[in-house]
């Protein structure tokens, strides 16, 4: 069975500091794993993936398979950084079903 | 262009009514799903379609949900005898592509919350 854990519902930093989202997961083989954020009165969009190995609006994430964590980090967190984060995984074997976490909230103040 | 839409955006039925939500997803798209979300919680699979063949409906909660893609392209989720565990906030996606080897984006419509009294 396929897993995702996200422990904090809730994150409020400060502007400027850096923010850290953790993730873990539990799948007995190579799993592919995913951000999703919505903002307010948005719909659920794709941040970033793990094989993309990207950075996108700031925002990091490194799949270790020896913790099976794929925190996602951002050195200097932004206003418009406020919003709902889900962390995903997609098995190989059945590779489109998406497994949700239950989501952080996080919150930036100025 | 236009992404996927749903309708109705909110759906208050009483408990025991039937309820059909639409999913259009993006024109060309082939795969399609459905997740159910419930309040505090990620959102969890349905349903998948791959142009009209329904592939997967292991997650679908009691036989009173039947989805359909009759043509490939529109999809319907019906709950029949709605009951109050049913009050959800339910999601549509589409794809481009099936599952043959590629990986696609899902693109999420809007969502559908259904509260039943």
């Known amino acids: 069975a396929q897993r995702v854990t996200q422990p904090e519902k809730l994150l409020s930093v400060f502007k400027g500091a850096p923010v850290e989202l953790k993730c873990n997961y539990s799948y007995s083989g190579s799993p592919e794993l995913f951000w999703y954020v919505q903002y307010s009165r948005q719909r659920l969009q794709l941040l970033l993936r793990h094989i993309s190995r990207e950075s996108i609006k700031g925002f990091t994430a490194d799949l270790n398979k020896g913790e099976t964590s794929f925190h996602l980090k951002k050195p200097f967190a932004q206003e418009e950084d406020s919003a709902m984060y889900y962390c995903?995984?997609?098995?190989?074997?059945?590779?489109?079903?998406?497994?949700f976490g239950a989501g952080t909230t996080v919150t930036v103040r100025a | 262009g236009a992404g996927v839409s749903q309708s109705p955006r909110y759906k208050v039925a009483k408990r025991g009514q039937d309820v059909a939500l639409r999913c259009d997803p993006i024109?060309?798209?082939?795969?399609l799903f459905w997740y159910q979300q419930a309040l505090g919680q990620g959102p969890e699979f349905l349903t998948y379609f791959q142009n009209e063949a329904q592939l997967d409906k292991s997650g679908l909660p009691s036989d009173r949900f039947f989805a359909e893609r009759p043509e490939g392209s529109v999809s319907t989720l019906k709950i029949q005898r709605t009951q109050q565990e049913d009050s959800a906030v339910y999601l549509c996606a589409s794809s481009l592509g099936s599952w043959s080897g590629g990986s696609y984006t899902q693109y999420f419509g809007p969502g559908t919350r259904l509260t039943v009294l």
């Open positions: 995903a995984l997609r098995g190989r074997s059945n590779d489109y079903k998406l497994s």
């Open positions: 024109s060309g798209h082939v795969s």
